[in-house]
Each structure stands twice: as C-alpha cells, then as structure tokens.
C-alpha cells in the first residue's frame, strides 16, 4: 500500500526539506583538505537542532550519525569520524530530517581540492544527470519502471553501473515506506505494477559506480563499498508528484 500525502502534509515535507537543502548547502561551503568527516556531521547537527528539527538518522536502526559520510569507494552509509578528507577525494553527503513528523532526505556527491581526476568528475556529473532526467520523467500516470530505466540507461550510456542492492523508496512519515525506487529494470523489477499518481513521495537516489555494480558491507554493519575499489556517486531528492508532475522538496 503506497501512502499519498495531501498537499497540506506535502508542505510540511518540504519545510523538512528546505533545512536539508541548507545543510547539503552548508557541507559545499566547508567541505575541503583536511576537515574531519566528524566535523562535516557537528556542523549538519548544529544546523538541524537550530532549525527546529531532528536529524533522522542519528538512531535509526542504529545508526551512530547524524549524516552519512562515504568517501571514494564508499557508496552508501559512511560512519563519520576522525578522518580527514584529501584533495581529489569524491565524497557523498547524505542527509535527512525529521520535522513536525515527517522525513525529507536528500544527498549529493562532491570533490574534494583541485586535483580531481576526470574520471571522478565525468561520474559526478553523470550522477546529477541520472536523478535530473529521472526527476523529469516523473508525473501522474507514469509507472515507476520508466523512472528507474531512465537512470539505468543514463547510467549506461556514459558507461557506469547502478548499484542494485541498495534502492531508492517512499518517504513521509517513516524515513522509508512503499514503494521501492530501484535504479535499475529487469524480470524481477520489484515495482513493476507501480504507476504514479499525486500524492505520492519518493527519495529517488541514483548510486553509480565507475566499476562493477556488485557492492559489500564493511565490518562495521553500515559502510556500503564497491567490490572493485573504484569511485561511486550518490545524488538525491525528495519529490512529489503532483497533478501536474513533480515538485522538488528538498531543493533551497
């Protein structure tokens, strides 16, 4: 059963996502050589807190952070901490909130310094490409199939992969509900009888990998990482569809 929000309660999201547009906003201003993953998660917290919100995900299931930090081959679930971020390195920053009830999540990947190779450039823009066109490709009426195959086919056309094991999902009131967003299509296309309609919200998130799709989690329960070492790029929006196709919630 796929919750649809009223426009009342989609407003409440985007308020939610306004803070998280400003906390991605504020890591763009601090993130550089040499500052802590630790420190990128304090500022994000203070910022929250000040907001009148929560952060989402300091606690669920768990999890020890308020954001996620992944650096480099890192796609998902980074723990921040004492690490200190290099130039060249390509670091994702997800972040979400919990305001007046309701969740917003958004992410995006940035590069660290001036010497950013071309192929971590080339996979961050062809990240922000993927969730644009998937983003366009909303609107009511749309099965949800052909949102997934338009990140899947960005993907491939640049010559990247998306990563399967981890998907994008429903958001409101829980940080995940139904349906899930994969960002990719095949016989067993877990959403295949999904068509959109107003009132639905979804955190579409592209995760593409330079190399193979295959990924693992790291001993710590959380860190999601390539199988090959190679880079992975991870972009996100919460939207809404809307009788007259989406709304970006969680952009400034």
């Known amino acids: 059963m796929i919750p649809l929000k009223a426009e009342r ?6 308020s939610g996502g306004r803070i998280v547009a400003e906390a991605l906003a504020l890591v763009g201003e601090q993130i550089r050589p040499g500052i802590s993953t630790r420190q990128l998660d304090t500022a994000v917290e203070e910022l929250i807190h000040s907001r009148g919100a929560v952060p989402a995900f300091k606690g669920y299931r768990g999890f020890p952070a308020n954001i996620c930090v992944s650096v480099n ?50 996979l961050i823009a062809v990240g922000r490409r993927a969730l644009q066109n998937a983003i366009e490709t909303v609107g009511p009426g749309v099965p949800l199939r052909r949102v997934s195959a338009s990140i899947q086919e ?79 790029a991870h972009f996100e929006h919460t939207i809404a569809v809307t009788k007259d196709g989406c709304r970006i919630l969680t952009e400034p």
């Open 9 to 14: 309660e989609i407003e409440v999201i985007r």
């Open 154 to 232: 960005t993907a491939k056309r640049y010559g990247f992969s998306v990563v399967r094991k981890f998907v994008g999902h429903g958001i409101g009131r829980e940080m995940h509900e139904e349906p899930q967003v994969p960002n990719f299509v095949d016989e067993d296309y877990p959403a295949k009888n999904v068509i959109l309609e107003p009132g639905v919200v979804l955190a579409i998130e592209p995760m593409l990998n330079c190399g193979t799709y295959e990924v693992y989690v790291e001993k710590n329960g959380w860190t999601v990482k390539t199988a090959d070492g190679r880079l992975s």
């Open 73 to 122: 081959d890192e796609v998902v679930h980074g723990i921040p901490g004492e690490r200190q971020l290099l130039p060249g390195d390509v670091v994702s920053i997800d972040i979400g909130v919990c305001k007046d009830g309701f969740y917003a999540d958004a992410a995006w990947t940035f590069a660290v310094g001036g010497k950013v190779s071309r192929e971590a450039r080339r």
